[in-house]
């Protein structure tokens, strides 16, 4: 398809940047020339209808698919070439949609596990019990006895126990209760206070537009809308046409 594809972006730093990107998996053409830019210390919503092909941007990202043509810049650097550890290593960190824990591993091993040389920064650590204080008191459980928010705690917990330029994260609210989405929100807001850039899927709209600053949005493999946050939530036609929301969604 061709991109209707639409700008209003601030000049600042983009920490990352895609340009042209199309991965195959097999025999599927999954993205098709996908562009967009992460602001450096913002939060950027990538957004879309079921099967757009945002985590599979996500893992394009990562490297974990590789992208057959197109480039992704961290930086001034080249990274779509670079193996998943050593784009980790380059500071993107990830939090898949699975969440990746080990079930039957304590919540600490789980967080060690995270961390370089198996050994813990204590300011770090009491810094992310601060952002979720029920992983500290749940510390020696094994995590598959967690709630579905507290399993969630701990997937973004190992992805920031250790600084990282830029944290992905997908579909972190998917299944859980109000109180717990408000509780990472406030999280994630405190990263990016932090100088944590973050790029995050996400297809509850109340937190997208409360938590994002920048948007992109997906369609078919394509990216059909970049803009401010702020825009994007005044522009109710568009997100009609674009998400297929509703007013009721807004209410």
């Given at each position: 398809m061709t991109a209707n594809l639409q700008r209003n972006v601030s000049e600042t730093d983009d920490l990352l940047r895609l340009t042209d990107v199309h991965t195959h998996?097999?025999?599927?053409?999954?993205?098709?020339?996908?562009?967009?830019?992460?602001?450096?210390?913002?939060?950027?919503?990538?957004?879309?209808?079921?099967?757009?092909?945002?985590?599979?941007?996500?893992?394009?990202?990562?490297?974990?698919?590789?992208?057959?043509?197109?480039?992704?810049?961290?930086?001034?650097?080249?990274?779509?070439?670079?193996?998943?550890?050593?784009?980790?290593?380059?500071?993107?960190?990830?939090?898949?949609?699975?969440?990746?824990?080990?079930?039957?591993?304590?919540?600490?091993?789980?967080?060690?596990?995270?961390?370089?040389?198996?050994?813990?920064?204590?300011?770090?650590?009491?810094?992310?019990?601060?952002?979720?204080?029920?992983?500290?008191?749940?510390?020696?459980?094994?995590?598959?006895?967690?709630?579905?928010?507290?399993?969630?705690?701990?997937?973004?917990?190992?992805?920031?126990?250790?600084?990282?330029?830029?944290?992905?994260?997908?579909?972190?609210?998917k299944g859980l209760a109000p109180s717990i989405i408000e509780s990472l929100i406030r999280a994630f807001r405190e990263l990016k206070d932090a100088d944590t850039t973050i790029l995050m899927v996400e297809q509850n709209f109340r937190m997208a537009s409360t938590l994002g600053d920048h948007v992109a949005i997906m369609d078919d493999g394509c990216i059909v809308h970049e803009s401010d946050m702020a825009s994007f939530v005044a522009d109710k036609d568009k997100q009609a046409s674009l998400l297929g929301l509703s007013m009721e969604a807004h209410q």
């Open positions: 998996i097999g025999q599927y053409h999954i993205l098709h020339g996908v562009s967009f830019r992460v602001p450096r210390n913002q939060v950027t919503m990538l957004l879309g209808r079921n099967g757009a092909g945002k985590t599979t941007t996500m893992r394009t990202i990562m490297g974990l698919w590789p992208a057959h043509s197109g480039q992704v810049h961290l930086k001034d650097r080249a990274i779509e070439t670079l193996d998943t550890m050593t784009i980790a290593r380059s500071g993107v960190h990830y939090v898949p949609e699975n969440m990746g824990i080990f079930a039957g591993l304590t919540v600490e091993e789980n967080v060690r596990l995270a961390t370089r040389q198996n050994r813990f920064n204590q300011d770090r650590l009491t810094w992310v019990f601060g952002l979720f204080p029920a992983l500290e008191k749940f510390w020696h459980w094994p995590a598959g006895q967690l709630s579905g928010g507290q399993k969630q705690m701990l997937a973004i917990a190992r992805a920031i126990i250790e600084p990282c330029e830029i944290l992905l994260v997908d579909e972190p609210s």
